[in-house]
DNA sequence: GATGCATATTACGTTTACGTCAACGTAAGA
DNA sequence: TCTTACGTTGACGTAAACGTAATATGCATC
């Protein structure tokens, strides 16, 4: 993999992070981690005006795009993220987290479903495709 | 359920379906499904210029959903369904499809896994809220 | 035959999630 | 000191996927 040949040996997770050592990590882009933060996301400290992201901060990101893998919307994620920092809540607000947790496992259960149903149809579409190619040139009809 | 009440009591599937049916059935607008055929993606055949809907079509509507649900592009979903039609292939598309078909699988097992880790983290968010509420209204510290 | 409802087309508007300059600061090396 | 690399802040642009009128048509019904 060689991801960065920049750093020093360490293979301990180190303290703190720049943005393109994020960039490289999760193959993005610095626009893309700006705007993150932008929205209110990632909120790194910084050194003069430079950025420094924490763990805390690669984690959050971490999440982020992950959750863009699954195809939610940055306010999903976000709404998500608070969910781990169960922070100043009262009664309320915890009956409807547990509502809001609810409700993505049932999508993400959807999700589940189907995924697996597509991945059968690609699996017998691979297959067709092998067997064409075994009949040989048999390209019409 | 009780999805349709103006439907005569025909418990097969219709051979034909309005736009409105396809819309109740799959919870979507009427705009959306027009959307899909300025792009090519539903061609339904016209009754004067009345959409008619076949099985066929409703089935590639489905499919279009399905992928929305997973996150995919129009783009995506296109390309998947095309896989579905052989067609007239020549050796060198079948085996772009194939790695077509390998790519998106790839993709679907990173998914797979980014919600197995998802659902891992709602859960211990929600016996973290359940436990916050059995231990009362200690809503401090 | 006016009303109501579903359907159609056209076309501009909107949201999300960044991309893409431009213009500049700063620190490390050659 | 000059270049190179990485960092910053605007600010406008854009692609995707529809939303949202406005307007017109066809059909059933009261």
Redesign the pocket.
Known sequence: MNVGR?MPNLAITPAEF????L?KEFE?????V???E??GLIS?S?R????VYSPADRTRLRL?LRG?RLG?????SRQIIDMYEPGKTNIEQLNSLIGAIRQQRAKLDQQLDDINNLLKDLNKAETDCLKALNSNGQTDL
Chains 1, 2 share one sequence.
Do not use: A, F, V, W
């Open positions: 920049s720049s943005i393109t050592d960039c993005t882009t610095t626009r893309t700006r705007h993150y932008d929205i790194p910084r003069g005006q430079t950025r982020i863009k939610l919307s940055l306010e999903d």
